[in-house]
């Protein structure tokens, strides 16, 4: 897809915007978390495991307030007031106020916020802030990824039997249930696993090559919309679940790996999944 020219020339905008915004919100989430995890103040969605905090609806409110003040009449897709889900068209921002809930519910400070702008449903630019250490990952498309003032690129790895790769689970015992058995399968075949719980931080972690590869299946678009991006534009290959099945992948897979080893591990989740291994 060619980006217009306009939008392309705003991208370095947008990403200012997303950082701007991101920064704001990581500070509410960090200041908010105590009072926020408190009983009463958590709830569940999808199941009994899939926690929703104070913290993530105060987090998204106040990124639509200010979107709404530096970027007014742009439609905004969130993960706890949701947005036009299906509408792909034009410019939209992509929220996801606090990816790591349970994380952060627990106190473990591996969480973030994410905001990315997308066009015609690709993702343009980008920001994925760490409230705990206050490190900012941004992307715009074309001009790079940035640790901070850091622009950074993916790993050299070349083998994927010697590749740190990372993965998450999701809230559904029988989706967990699936993904325990492909993670047992592909233990095998690289040189360790790692699960965060944030899928965000894992793709800028790739990024800064700290892994050298990622995958899951069953993410959201905020979950991937930001970091995806500052992946991609460090140099990894990144196969979002909205680009189909065609590779035999099913089409609610992420796949995040440097160029050296996507291939392979692309080859190697297909065995896996389909028992071959």
């Keep these: 897809m060619c980006v217009g020219l306009a939008i392309e020339r705003e991208a370095t905008a947008l ?10 919100a990581g500070d509410l989430a960090r200041t908010v978390r ?14 009994e495991t899939d926690v929703v905090t104070a913290g993530d609806r105060a987090v998204e409110r106040l990124i639509r307030q200010r979107l709404a003040e530096l970027r007014p009449g742009e439609p905004v897709l969130g993960e706890e007031e949701g947005g ?13 106020p606090i990816d790591g809930t349970v994380n952060y519910l627990y106190g ?17 630019a980008g920001a994925v802030v760490e409230p705990a250490t206050g490190r900012i990952w941004s992307a715009a498309l074309g001009h790079g990824a940035f640790l901070g003032d850091k622009q950074l690129r993916v790993s050299g790895a070349d083998r994927l039997d010697l590749a740190l790769v990372a993965t998450g689970f999701g809230y559904d015992r029988q989706r967990r ?19 965060f719980g944030v899928a965000s931080l894992d793709l800028c972690a790739v990024a800064a090559g700290w892994l050298d590869g990622y995958y899951e299946v069953g993410l959201h678009r905020w ?5 995806a991006l ?15 099945s065609a590779d035999g992948l099913g089409d609610g897979m992420i796949v995040c790996a440097s160029p050296g080893i996507a291939k392979e591990l692309t080859e190697a989740l297909i065995r896996c999944r389909a028992g071959e291994v």
């Design 84 to 96: 036009e889900g299906s509408k792909l068209e034009g410019l939209r921002w992509v929220v996801d």
């Design 15 to 24: 990403r200012e915007v997303a950082m701007r915004i991101a920064r704001e």
């Design 177 to 195: 249930i699936e993904q325990a058995r492909v993670v047992n399968q592909l233990i095998g075949e690289v040189r360790d696993i790692r699960r």
């Design 34 to 47: 105590d009072e926020a995890v408190t009983d009463g103040a958590v709830d569940t969605k999808s199941t």
């Design 230 to 244: 500052i992946a991609a534009e460090a140099g990894a290959e990144v196969r979002v679940p909205a680009q189909g």
């Design 108 to 124: 473990y400070p591996w969480y973030a916020v994410s905001i990315a702008a997308q066009l015609d449903g690709r993702s343009i």
């Design 223 to 227: 979950d991937w919309a930001a970091g």
